[in-house]
Every structure is written in C-alpha cells, then in structure tokens.
C-alpha cells in the first residue's frame, strides 16, 4: 500500500503554513515516522528543502499526478513527538507566527544550525555489518557511511536500537581545552631566582613570590592566575621562557556541573503553610488534575522546598518534572539545590551553556536519563514523556516572553503542557504578575499562600526609606549618610550587605560640558554607552561599537566627561567611604566570562567580601543567611518609563530585592533610597504587603482600561524609510478599525519611544479589548498581507500580549 506523508516545509511563509503532501518512497515506508525531519523536492525548481513530518496517511491525495517524493531522511528518530508537534500547531495559531517557526524553536539549537551527523554504535552489530559500517571505528561520519551501506539498512539498525546519531556542531572546536600553569622550578631555586629580579618589575616579584607558595604538583588555571592575582598575559609568558613554570593545555569537560560535587540533602520538615500547599499539590497530581495553582509565598518563605518535594512526589510515582527559572545562569545556587536534591536525574538547560552543553544535555533528556529538567525559558519544550509537574518559577519575569518570532509566553506553554499530561502546574512567586493573581480571584487558578519565612524566627526585614531630595543635598556621592551609618554598623558585627544599582533606563554616558553634546548612535535614536572595561562606546540596541572620543565632535573641545552612575563609580565611592570594606562588584561587565558569575557568588558566600555590589543580577534568588542589609541606590529609574507595567515592575523588584536580607536567623534591614518616597509602588515594600499592591494597582489599571481587564495586542511595523512605516501603520490601524467591532479600541498610531533602532523606524499601535469576535481574522488577515510587503522592506510584527511597550 501506498503511503503519503504530510509534511511542513522549512518555508516560512502564509502559503507554505500548511502540510504538503509526499509520497513516500518504498526504501522509506517501514521506517518513517511522525516527527522526524526530511527533505524534499520544493517549488518549481524542485530546491531541495527541509520539512518534519506531521502527519503519515495511506488514503492518497486527490491529485497524485503532480506528487513529488520524499529524497532524503534526516533524521533516524522522531526528534519532536506528537505532544510538542500539537503544541507547535497551537502555538503558530495563538502567536500569530509561522508552524515552521515554532517547530525549530522547540529544537535545540545545534540542530537548527550547520553540523556534522554521526553514527555511533549502541549495541552489538552483526559482525560483517559492523565492519562494513563502521571498518573497525567507533563511529562513523554519516555521509561516510551512507557510501557503504543504504540508507533504509541503516534506519532499521536504529530502529533495532542497534545505533544513534550524534549532531556536532560545526565552526565549534571539538574538544575544549584550557591552559593550565605548573611550577616548573623548587621553591630553593625560585628563592634563588628572586634574589635577581629587579627592584622594579613588581609583576615579576609577584609571580615569583606566588610560585614559591605554590605546591610542586598542583595546577592553577592561566585565567584564575592572571585574574585573582592581577598578572599580566607577558609576566606569565616571560616566567615560562626564563623556566619557571610550564604552561600546558587541559581538556575540559563539558559538563558545566562535571567538577563540582553535589552532597545528597534530605527533604526539610515543611511547616504549616508549606504543608498544606504540599498536600493540595499532591492530591492534584494523584487525582491527574491539570491544576494551574499560584504559589503566593513572600521572600523566603520556602518556595523552592514545597517544589522539591512536590517534584520527589511525582519521581516517585515514575513520571517526569519541568521547573522553569528566569536566566538560570544567573541563579547558580538554585542548580546547587535541584542537584543536591535529585542529582544526575538533573538536565540543566540555560543560554549560558554552549551550544554543544545544551545537546547534551537535551540527549540525557531525550534518552529518559534525566527526569527532572531545570532550565529557562526554552527549557519548557524539553521533550520529556509522561510529566506529572511543572513549574514557572518567579511567574511575573517578562523574560518568560520570547521577545522575537515567535513571541510565546513560557508561562502559558507550561499551562498548556499540563493541560495535555493532565497534571498540575505550580506559578510560583512573591509578587506575581496581576494577571496570574486576578485569575486566582476569579478561582481560575488556585491560590496557595506563604505568608511567614521559613526558618524557625526568620522575619521579614524592617525597611528604611530615604528620601533623596533632602540626602542629596548633604552628601556629593550616590550614599545617603543613613545607608553608610547601617553599613558600617552591619560590617562591625561581621555581617554582610547586598547594594543593588537600578540600572534601567539610564546608564553611563559621556557629555561635552561646552556644547552639551552627548554621543548618539548612528543607527539608533539612543544615546551610546560608555564601557569602561574594553574603552569603547556601545550601543545598548544594535551592538555598534566605537572608540571614546578624546574631543566632542561636534564643537572639538576637550571638556568631554564622563556622566551617569555606573557600578565601577559607585564601587570607588564606596571604597572611599568604607577603606576597609571588601567589596564584590558583580553586572555584565564583570561576569562577562563564562563561569564568572558563579566564582563571585560563592566569593561571597564564603564570606570572602563585605559587600556584594551589583544590578538587578543580585536581585532574584540568592539565599545568603548572613546579609542583615540590603540597600537599593535608586529605586526610581524604573517608576518613570512610559509604560503601565513600571510600577508593578519596581514594586516587584524592590520586594525582591528586600527579601535578600534577614534570611538566616539574624533580623534584616532594607534601605532604599529614593526621589519618590511617597509613591505606592514604594510605600508598600516597606511591609511587602502584595496583597495591598494587588488592590491598588488593579484599581488604576481598571480605571485606565489596561491588563488584566484588557487584553493587548501590539502591531508594529518598520521600516528604513521613516514615511513609508509610519504610513503602512495608519493603513493598518484603519484596516483593523473597520474590520473590528465596537468592543474593541485601536490606540494610536505612535512611533515607539525609541523610534529608530539599527537604521529602521519603528510605529506601533495596541488593540485593546476584552472579547472581540473578530480579532482572529482581522490578524490573520494582517498576517497575509504583510507577507506581500516583505520583498519591499517593510516587516510586520504582531505581539500577542506584548510586555513591553516602550
Ligand atoms: N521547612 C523549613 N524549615 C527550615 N528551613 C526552611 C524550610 N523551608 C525552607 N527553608 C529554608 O528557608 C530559606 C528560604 O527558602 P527558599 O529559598 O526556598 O525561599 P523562597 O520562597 O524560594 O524565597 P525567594 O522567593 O525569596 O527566593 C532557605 O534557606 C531554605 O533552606
Ligand atoms: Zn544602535
């Protein structure tokens, strides 16, 4: 009998967002199947292009006459199943974005990229296959093989279990290596040595001096080398001629976790509160109820553990558990506490992996080696069977939104994927989105609160607020005389502090004090940063990049200064004010390297510094019992963007960061200093009181007609030429305003606040509605058309739900 698959071509366009179909030739017929991908003839050129399978049929299509064939397989298993291909369907529909799209989203990227297949052997081979297939090797390039041996022979090998592919990514070295430094002569001879070494060259006697304390048989890395005992790249180099030491190159593994040891922990006793939301938890996984529940818990109140055991739970009853977190790689501790508690049933899956980390990790995934999977926003497609949990940890993170095609919220996946698994969902934050928290009023969701600290006496810290008006008058640097009383009173005692820099919406420029010029980017209508580590000005939107100038440009003068209060300034004043205090400055610019964020996080930890300096990076998640102080400089610069989200935005954020202190058993302060003492957002950090925010905040977005009582969609279009943008987006917006009803509102048109980035200008409008019947259509319609505009320039977006709306 004939077969005919139906597949989905990697075309995104309207016209190729449903399946094609193709026959599938005989060699072919007993090993396909539904979710792998192929390649096939396209077009009327016949282009060869890739496709996944969604389908496989044996009626015939109507008109098999013009039927092409399937060429090629290329994949030998399914690398989607059939929940995430209906998952890739929905999403397409609700996201308003191509189905190809979202079936290579859900993949991870080293098998979206350029690479390299081979095949490896799984288990025994007759022994002429073996040898014809694999001529004594252990594996074999798949191109190599396919010279030897036919392709349908090597499909039945895999589905005998027999092989399996492996993907290498290209352009990417094979092996990782570093360099490591070995002492080369005895601590008598480098005594010797040093007796020599001129009075003047410091890094010389520095380096001598260290190798002398190092032990004979050990290693230390070039990079810790150089960086924890500030050695220059020529010092190491010139010590490894006069033969002092050896540099040598290490392999290193890939595994991120590989070198460090996880002890087993044991569950704690969960008190009440944690109790009972355990309890409901479970019963909903007993009772297989896709529960979408709300963790309401404040800072510290012991979230994580009630995810822990929920998690025990379902491993227990043999299923699978998915725990999403915002930008895991800047959460270490909470990988340390997953991988103490399940160990290797651990995959962890996060942008700061490399692309070859993350395949491994989505293999152990795949091959049902890891059922647990911890990870951040993409990680909610990870391909596991029969889940019986997951988890949106900090729920209210916009980063859970993918912020390019296609725009999908993890948080709704998540909800979809329990839906589908008839399992519970946990949403898990101290301050939730109001949207999460008004379906929970509504009994949508269901609410389970956390409303004291675990540890035994744990409270909730007291809270100072500074008004800035009045410091600033009595002090010339960025500390009130309150927050450098605390500071020094905490320090005394040995404890130590957590200073937060809100760093959104402004940042470090430089300015002509003649002219009052500031540096623009060209492509951009935003002003360039300066960053001090690599001496250049960069453009926080397109990446361009130039040198700082010694002179403004605009009228020559050389009164060119430095303004704004970035990190490394704070950090001077602060080492002024306090000479004795050890600090950790910790934002993108000192936790550039791979690695880096974690060293100085457990830097602080081990108490190796006073005070951890930092951005909004040392705001979530960390668990210290010894910071009794935590001090936000600026809580203001997110209160005054143009957006209805920023007071919930920096309510959300001041509470986070307030919970950092008092964790252990010592009481914490909070100060925050501000120019707006007396705005809710900030009053009501004072008792993180939530459930007073939640009142407030809905009743203005009630008032003002925004989300939850809304729902948005946002259209923007763009265009190098700023007429033809702003033009195609008044087309549209009349557009939509005839072919919507009366229960909808098109606001605008407007150019975005930043109105040109990366040379292309962007307009927007936002639908506003509650129900509208003919939404759907009118943006699939939008869809189509925008497609014809493609070839001219102009792009279309369409954002269900934006979070941003500057
Ligand atoms: N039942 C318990 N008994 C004693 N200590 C507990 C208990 N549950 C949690 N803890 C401890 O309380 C501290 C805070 O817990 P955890 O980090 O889970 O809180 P959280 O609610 O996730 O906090 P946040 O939202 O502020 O990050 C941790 O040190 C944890 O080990
Ligand atoms: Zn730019």
Same mark, same amino acid.
């Given at each position: 009998?004939?077969?005919?698959?139906?597949?989905?071509?990697?075309?995104?366009?309207?016209?190729?967002?449903?399946?094609?179909?193709?026959?599938?030739?005989?060699?072919?017929?007993?090993?396909? +199947?539904?979710?792998?991908?192929?390649?096939?003839?396209?077009?009327?050129?016949?282009?060869?292009?890739?496709?996944?399978?969604?389908?496989?049929?044996?009626?015939?299509?109507?008109?098999?006459?013009?039927?092409?064939?399937?060429?090629?397989?290329?994949?030998?298993?399914?690398?989607?199943?059939?929940?995430?291909?209906?998952?890739?369907?929905?999403?397409?529909?609700?996201?308003?974005?191509?189905?190809?799209?979202?079936?290579?989203?859900?993949?991870?990227?080293?098998?979206?990229?350029?690479?390299?297949?081979?095949?490896?052997?799984?288990?025994? *081979?007759?022994?002429?296959?073996?040898?014809?297939?694999?001529? %004594?090797?252990?594996?074999?390039?798949?191109?190599?093989?396919?010279?030897?041996?036919?392709?349908?022979?090597?499909?039945?090998?895999?589905?005998?279990?027999?092989?399996?592919?492996?993907?290498?990514?290209?352009?990417?070295?094979?092996?990782?290596?570093?360099?490591?430094?070995?002492?080369?002569?005895?601590?008598?001879?480098?005594?010797?040595?040093?007796? +020599?070494?001129?009075?003047?060259?410091?890094?010389?006697?520095?380096?001598?001096?260290?190798?002398?304390?190092?032990?004979?048989?050990?290693?230390?890395?070039?990079?810790?080398?150089?960086?924890?005992?500030?050695?220059?790249?020529?010092?190491?180099?010139?010590?490894?001629?006069?033969?002092?030491? +050896?540099?040598?190159?290490?392999?290193?593994?890939?595994?991120?976790?590989?070198?460090?040891?996880?002890?087993?922990?044991?569950?704690?006793?969960?008190?009440?509160?944690?109790?009972?939301?355990?309890?409901?938890?479970?019963?909903?996984?007993?009772?297989?109820?896709?529960?979408?529940?709300?963790?309401?818990?404040?800072?510290?109140? %012991?979230?994580?553990?009630?995810?822990?055991?929920?998690?025990?739970?379902?491993?227990?009853?043999?299923?699978?558990?998915?725990?999403?977190?915002?930008? *895991?790689?800047?959460?270490?501790?909470?990988?340390?506490?997953?991988?103490?508690?399940?160990?290797?049933?651990?995959?962890?899956?996060?942008?700061?992996? +490399?692309?070859?980390?993350?395949?491994?990790?989505?293999?152990?995934?795949?091959?049902?080696?890891?059922?647990?999977?911890?990870?951040?926003?993409?990680?909610?497609?990870?391909?596991?069977?029969?889940?019986?949990?997951?988890?949106?940890?900090?729920?209210?993170?916009?980063?859970?939104?993918?912020?390019?095609?296609?725009?999908?919220?993890?948080?709704?996946?998540?909800?979809?994927?329990?839906?589908?698994?008839?399992?519970?969902? *946990?949403? %898990?934050?101290?301050?939730?989105?109001?949207?999460?928290?008004?379906?929970?009023?509504?009994?949508?969701?269901?609410?389970?609160?956390?409303?004291?600290?675990?540890?035994?006496?744990?409270?909730?810290?007291?809270? $100072?607020?500074?008004?800035?008006?009045?410091?600033?008058?009595?002090?010339?640097?960025?500390?009130?005389?309150?927050?450098?009383?605390?500071?020094?009173?905490?320090?005394?005692?040995?404890?130590?502090?957590?200073?937060?820099?809100?760093?959104?919406?402004?940042?470090?420029?430089?300015?002509?004090?003649?002219?009052?010029?500031?540096?623009?980017?060209?492509?951009?209508?935003?002003?360039?940063?300066?960053?001090?580590?690599?001496?250049?000005?960069?453009?926080?939107?397109?990446?361009?990049? $130039?040198?700082?100038?010694?002179?403004?440009?605009?009228?020559?003068?050389?009164?060119?200064?430095?303004? %704004?209060?970035?990190?490394?300034?704070? $950090?001077?004043?602060?080492?002024?004010?306090?000479?004795?205090?050890?600090?950790?400055?910790?934002?993108?610019?000192?936790?550039?390297?791979?690695?880096?964020?974690?060293?100085?996080?457990?830097?602080?930890?081990?108490?190796?510094?006073?005070?951890?300096?930092?951005?909004?990076?040392?705001?979530?998640?960390?668990?210290?019992?010894?910071?009794?102080?935590?001090?936000?400089?600026?809580?203001?610069?997110?209160?005054?963007?143009?957006?209805?989200?920023?007071?919930?935005?920096?309510?959300?954020?001041?509470?986070?960061?307030?919970?950092?202190?008092?964790?252990?058993?010592?009481?914490?302060?909070?100060?925050?200093?501000?120019?707006?003492?007396?705005?809710?957002?900030?009053?009501?950090?004072?008792?993180?009181?939530?459930?007073?925010?939640?009142?407030?905040?809905?009743?203005?977005?009630?008032?003002?007609?925004?989300?939850?009582?809304?729902?948005?969609?946002?259209?923007?279009?763009?265009?190098?030429?700023?007429?033809?943008?702003?033009?195609?987006?008044?087309?549209?917006?009349?557009?939509?305003?005839?072919?919507?009803?009366?229960?909808?509102?098109?606001?605008?048109?407007?150019?975005?606040?930043?109105?040109?980035?990366?040379?292309?200008?962007?307009?927007?409008?936002? *639908?506003?509605?509650?129900?509208?019947?003919?939404?759907?259509?009118?943006?699939?319609?939008?869809?189509?058309?925008?497609?014809?505009?493609?070839?001219?320039?102009?792009?279309?977006?369409?954002?269900?739900?934006?979070?941003?709306?500057?």
């Amino acid at each position: 009998m004939d077969k005919f698959a139906e597949i989905i071509v990697d075309v995104p366009a309207m016209q190729t967002n449903q399946p094609f179909t193709y026959l599938i030739p005989e060699e072919f017929r007993q090993v396909v +199947s539904v979710g792998m991908r192929v390649e096939v003839p396209f077009g009327n050129g016949n282009r060869h292009i890739q496709g996944f399978i969604t389908n496989i049929v044996t009626e015939a299509p109507r008109v098999t006459d013009s039927l092409k064939a399937i060429t090629n397989i290329l994949d030998l298993k399914p690398v989607l199943n059939e929940e995430l291909l209906l998952l890739a369907d929905e999403m397409a529909q609700k996201t308003y974005s191509f189905k190809i799209t979202c079936l290579q989203t859900m993949l991870p990227s080293v098998m979206r990229s350029s690479y390299k297949k081979w095949i490896v052997k799984t288990a025994e *081979i007759e022994p002429d296959i073996d040898e014809q297939l694999f001529k %004594g090797l252990a594996e074999i390039e798949w191109d190599e093989a396919l010279e030897s041996i036919p392709l349908s022979k090597l499909l039945s090998l895999r589905a005998e279990e027999k092989i399996d592919l492996r993907y290498e990514v290209l352009t990417k070295n094979k092996i990782k290596t570093k360099k490591v430094i070995k002492k080369k002569m005895t601590t008598m001879e480098l005594r010797e040595v040093a007796k +020599s070494i001129r009075a003047n060259a410091k890094q010389q006697q520095k380096l001598c001096a260290f190798l002398m304390e190092f032990a004979e048989d050990s290693e230390i890395s070039l990079l810790e080398l150089m960086q924890e005992h500030d050695l220059s790249r020529a010092a190491i180099t010139s010590a490894e001629k006069a033969g002092w030491l +050896s540099i040598e190159e290490r392999e290193v593994y890939r595994d991120p976790y590989a070198f460090q040891s996880f002890k087993q922990d044991t569950p704690l006793d969960l008190n009440d509160e944690q109790d009972k939301a355990l309890a409901e938890v479970i019963k909903a996984q007993d009772e297989n109820a896709a529960t979408t529940f709300l963790l309401e818990g404040v800072t510290g109140s %012991g979230k994580t553990e009630v995810y822990l055991q929920a998690i025990s739970h379902v491993l227990n009853k043999g299923k699978t558990a998915i725990m999403l977190v915002p930008e *895991i790689s800047l959460t270490p501790q909470t990988v340390t506490r997953f991988k103490k508690r399940f160990g290797a049933d651990v995959a962890v899956l996060h942008s700061g992996l +490399s692309e070859g980390e993350r395949y491994d990790e989505w293999r152990k995934i795949e091959r049902n080696e890891a059922r647990v999977v911890v990870g951040a926003r993409s990680a909610v497609f990870a391909p596991l069977e029969n889940i019986g949990l997951l988890i949106v940890d900090e729920e209210h993170e916009s980063s859970y939104k993918q912020d390019e095609t296609p725009r999908y919220h993890a948080r709704d996946v998540a909800i979809w994927r329990s839906q589908y698994h008839h399992c519970p969902v *946990i949403l %898990g934050s101290a301050t939730p989105s109001l949207e999460s928290r008004a379906r929970a009023q509504k009994n949508v969701y269901q609410l389970l609160p956390l409303t004291k600290r675990a540890v035994a006496d744990a409270v909730l810290p007291k809270v $100072e607020i500074v008004d800035m008006r009045k410091a600033i008058a009595q002090t010339k640097n960025s500390f009130s005389t309150e927050l450098i009383q605390k500071l020094t009173e905490r320090l005394a005692l040995g404890e130590q502090a957590v200073l937060m820099l809100n760093r959104r919406g402004f940042s470090s420029f430089i300015m002509c004090r003649d002219c009052g010029f500031v540096l623009p980017c060209p492509n951009c209508d935003i002003s360039l940063t300066l960053h001090m580590d690599t001496k250049t000005m960069k453009c926080h939107y397109c990446g361009h990049e $130039e040198r700082i100038p010694y002179q403004c440009p605009s009228c020559h003068s050389d009164k060119i200064r430095y303004y %704004g209060t970035g990190t490394q300034k704070v $950090e001077t004043e602060l080492q002024e004010l306090l000479p004795d205090a050890r600090i950790i400055r910790m934002d993108v610019d000192t936790t550039r390297k791979k690695g880096s964020h974690q060293a100085l996080l457990r830097r602080f930890e081990n108490h190796e510094a006073d005070i951890l300096l930092g951005t909004q990076m040392i705001a979530k998640g960390l668990d210290f019992p010894n910071v009794t102080l935590v001090g936000v400089l600026n809580a203001d610069t997110a209160l005054n963007l143009p957006d209805f989200r920023s007071s919930e935005r920096t309510f959300q954020l001041l509470t986070q960061v307030s919970g950092r202190s008092g964790r252990g058993d010592k009481p914490g302060e909070v100060v925050i200093q501000t120019f707006n003492p007396d705005h809710y957002a900030i009053q009501l950090v004072q008792d993180q009181d939530y459930e007073t925010f939640y009142r407030k905040e809905m009743s203005l977005r009630h008032l003002s007609g925004y989300p939850p009582y809304y729902f948005t969609v946002q259209v923007v279009a763009s265009h190098e030429d700023e007429y033809l943008a702003a033009k195609k987006i008044y087309q549209i917006a009349e557009k939509l305003k005839t072919s919507l009803s009366e229960q909808a509102v098109v606001l605008g048109p407007t150019p975005k606040s930043i109105a040109r980035v990366n040379k292309r200008y962007f307009y927007q409008i936002v *639908i506003k509605y509650r129900q509208e019947p003919n939404l759907e259509q009118a943006l699939n319609d939008l869809m189509v058309a925008s497609q014809a505009e493609i070839q001219k320039g102009m792009r279309i977006v369409i954002d269900v739900e934006p979070q941003n709306f500057i």
